[in-house]
Structures are given as structure tokens and as C-alpha cells.
């Protein structure tokens, strides 16, 4: 069976903090793939990224970087210094078919 | 490009009515994939469609179905209609397959009372 847990449920900063999301996975494939995807108030999902499993190196793009590893069955999102505008829902996703419930990020100005 | 389209944007219906939403993928892709996004139960997979073919399928009862035609436009239907069917339905597509990078549309709000 393969499953996403995304601990956090609802996560507040001030703007220009850091904030990390963590994201565990649970799967018997040895070949599966990663995605987190960002839902804002209009509710259409925005794609972020998406990783495969052979591939571990840590990614950066702007202010968002990710950590996977793994041996901890993890892919971790961080966001530095955040934005009002990075208010969100964000998701996990292994394969597009099985996503974690989600991580409420309230950034406040 | 277009982006994904879902038609109709807000849909009420009552109990035991049946359903059907439809969506539009980007120009050039040929797999379209279904969600449905609840409080309670939050994202779920439905089903898949690639050359007008079912996939792959989530864990739903058969009163939800879809279909794909041949130039990728997809349509799902739900019917016998109940009270825990409300919630936003989802439309992604990609070139190919599921594990691709997927691209969403606004989705379809539906609430039956």
C-alpha cells in the first residue's frame, strides 16, 4: 500500500521567516515519483516539483529548495524567507495517485 | 497554450441526480486524470484516461465513471447522486502518463443537497 503523511496541518510565520514542510512516504515500488503541488484561495493546484526515485540531489529554485532523502522515505519543501503571497495549501503527492492531506501555510505580513 | 478548462465551474444538484463534468486538457496532451478534494477525505485519485482507454482507477464506488474522446476532452459522471459526493472535482492532464508532471484546471464545484 503506499501512503503520504504531511504531519502538519496548518503552519503560521511572519513574512521573511523560513518554513520548512515535511512530507514521509511510504511505498514498496523502487521506482515512484514525487511531487508537491501549491493550492491558493482560488483553489486550482500550481505544480512545484517533481522528483523520481533514482534522484536525490537537493533541488533549489529561488526561495524554494527541497530536501529528499531516501532513507527516511522523505521530501521535505522549504520556503526561505516567505511571503504573504506563499499562503497556501500545500501538497504531497506519490505517483499523482496517492497525496498527503495537505499543509495550511499562513504567512502573516 | 490553454490551460486545462472545466466546464461547469459550479454545479447544484439534489440527491439521486446524476452528473457530468467536463474538461479540457492542454493542446497535445493525452492523458487526463480525475480527482475529487473533500474536508473529510481530502485529495483521491479517481481514474485515468490515455487514448481514450481507462488506466488506471482510484477506489470509488461505479456510479462514478468517465470517459475520454478521441481528440483527449475527458468527461466524468456521477450518478444516483448522494449528499457526500459535494466537493471539487479536479481535472489534470499530461503528455503521457500519470507520473509526468501534471497540470490542473480550476475545477468544478459541485454540492448536492
Known amino acids: 500500500a503506499q501512503k503520504v503523511t504531511q504531519a502538519q496541518t496548518e503552519i503560521s510565520v511572519v513574512e521573511k521567516e523560513d518554513v520548512t514542510l515535511d512530507c514521509v512516504y511510504e511505498?514498496?515500488?523502487?521506482?515512484?515519483?514525487l511531487f508537491w503541488y501549491k493550492q491558493p484561495p482560488s483553489g486550482e493546484l500550481v505544480f512545484l516539483i517533481r522528483r523520481n526515485s533514482f534522484d536525490e540531489q537537493n533541488e533549489i529554485s529561488g526561495r524554494y529548495s527541497w530536501n529528499f532523502q531516501k532513507s527516511t522515505s522523505s521530501f521535505n519543501f522549504t520556503i526561505t524567507a516567505s511571503q504573504v503571497v506563499d499562503s497556501a495549501v500545500y501538497f504531497c503527492a506519490l505517483n499523482m495517485l496517492t497525496f498527503g492531506g495537505g499543509t495550511r501555510l499562513m504567512v502573516k505580513p | 497554450k490553454a490551460g486545462v478548462t472545466q466546464t461547469p465551474r459550479y454545479l447544484i444538484k439534489t440527491r439521486g441526480q446524476q452528473v457530468t463534468l467536463s474538461c479540457s486538457p492542454i493542446s497535445g496532451h493525452r492523458s487526463v486524470s480525475w480527482y475529487q478534494q473533500t474536508p473529510g477525505q481530502g485529495l483521491q485519485f479517481l481514474f485515468e484516461y490515455f487514448s481514450e482507454t481507462q488506466r488506471n482507477k482510484g477506489n470509488f464506488p461505479g456510479r462514478f465513471s468517465g470517459r475520454q474522446f478521441s481528440n483527449s476532452r475527458s468527461e466524468m459522471n456521477v450518478s444516483t447522486l448522494e449528499l457526500g459526493d459535494s466537493a471539487l472535482y479536479l481535472c489534470a492532464s499530461s503528455l503521457r502518463e500519470t507520473w509526468e508532471t501534471q497540470y490542473f484546471g480550476p475545477g468544478t464545484r459541485l454540492l448536492v443537497l
Open positions: 511505498t514498496r515500488d523502487t521506482t515512484y515519483y
